[in-house]
Each structure stands twice: as C-alpha cells, then as structure tokens.
C-alpha cells in the first residue's frame, strides 16, 4: 500500500518541523502533503519552507501564508517577510488551495481550512451541519462532487471523525499544536489513484521533539511575541481562544 504524509501548521518552528520529517521517512512514507501555515508565529520560517520544498510533494497555502504574503503595516507580519525574503514569498503566493485525490475508491479532499476559504475556521465541536460542509464542493474544487474524506489543518487540534459513512479528520499541528505538546500529523495507507475499493487506513501520529530548543531559537532571533509563542509550545494552549 501506498505511505500518504499529511502534514500542517509548521509556523516557523524548525526543531519539530525535523522531528516529524524524520519519522515519516522511518516509517518509510513516499508521499507528503502540507496543508499550509508554513510560516509565522515561530522564527524559522525561511528554513521550513526551504525543507518543505524539498520533501513535500504537494503544498497548499494557509491563512499564514496568504496573510504574510501580502503588503502590510503589521510590524509582526513584516518581521517574518524579512526572515522569509522575497523569492520564497513569491512562492507561497503561487500555491494552490487544495489536493484531491483518490484512495482505494475514497475520493480525498485536503485543505488548510475549509473548501470554501483558509480562513474558515470549524472546530471538532462544531455542529454537526458545520462538520459535514467540509465534505461539500466549492468553486475552489476540480471535481464538484462530495469528499468520502475531508482533511485539514489550521484549528491545531487533531482528530478523526466518522460522520455519515464519510471520514473528517484533522492533522494538527506540526509546530504550534492545541491538544498536546507534541508534533502531530496523520498518516494515510491506500492505493493511490485507484478508482474501485480496496483496504486503506488512517492515524494520528504525535512526535516529541525539543521544545526548549525552538523556544531558544526564538530568542537568539529576537522574535516579536515571544512570551506568547514560549507560553503555547510548552503548554498547548493559547491564551485568548479567537486567536489562531
């Protein structure tokens, strides 16, 4: 069976951005997919896109990306265009918006919010009619038919939901995760490409890496938000619940 990476929500953190890529190439994966927010929040984000292009076979664009991308006045905002730089920028204002793709007869659709918007934000708790949009087409989407599996990123919490005999799930956070203080991505098995049914899985995988490393790395960088930033990696938890 075919080895699927899905991978999302880096934001500049480079120490767990290494953490999973090391283990998605122990469990011998070929393929992976970001779901976007490569950028802001941690200092790296130059050295995670530059990894990102490397190993990802597909990369879509998150809020982060678009946001960063774009003029602004926000002294944060330019902080990580200049540690970013211009070529990469042009870059991530090129990215498309979603993957669809087949897997062992289950048509997949991957995004960074919703496939309406990246900025869409729907949350495990959501209503159940919420949920369930994310397997509904938009103008954004090839194929204008309904998803047997949805997934994305950008709520930083992972999980895995059955809901009327189609799969939502979530990747979570590779470096800014919600739920607990530990990387997270999903990991799909199945023929990729084939149109008729045959086995296929899917899991959460949760990686530890060295926070105080990427929390020291954001201090030598003189990094804007600081406190915040060292409050939400060794604590999984914002501060304010709006913010994202």
């Not at 080895?3 to 890529?21: F, M, Q, R, T, W």
């Not at 970001?34 to 802001?40: K, N, V």
């Amino acid at each position: 069976m075919d080895k699927i990476a899905v991978i999302s929500d880096i934001h500049g953190n480079l120490p767990a951005l290494e953490a999973v890529l090391e283990d998605i190439a122990a469990r011998g994966v070929g393929t992976i997919y970001c779901l976007g927010d490569l950028i802001g929040k941690g200092p790296s984000g130059d050295k995670v896109i530059d990894l990102v292009r490397r190993h990802c076979t597909v990369v879509i664009r998150g809020n982060w990306d678009d946001g960063v991308a774009r003029e602004s006045d926000s002294p944060v905002l330019r902080w990580h265009r200049s540690v970013i730089g211009e070529e990469r920028l042009d870059w991530l204002r090129s990215l498309p918006f979603m993957i669809e793709f087949m897997l062992s007869g289950r048509f997949v659709r991957l995004f960074h919010a919703s496939p309406r918007s990246e900025y869409e934000r729907i949350q495990p708790w959501d209503a159940a009619e919420r949920r369930l949009s994310l397997f509904e087409p938009s103008p954004h989407c090839a194929r204008p038919v309904r998803a047997d599996m949805a997934g994305y990123g950008d709520i930083h919490n992972a999980y895995v939901q059955h809901l009327d005999g189609r799969i939502l799930f979530n990747a979570g956070s590779v470096g800014n995760p919600l739920d607990l203080p530990a990387a997270s991505y999903a990991l799909l098995e199945g023929e990729i490409g084939r149109e008729t049914p045959a086995p296929w899985s899917i899991q959460l995988v949760r990686v530890p890496y060295d926070i105080e490393r990427a929390i020291r790395e954001a201090r030598e960088a003189d990094m804007p938000d600081l406190a915040e930033y060292e409050r939400e990696l060794r604590t999984a938890r914002y501060r304010h619940a709006k913010e994202d």
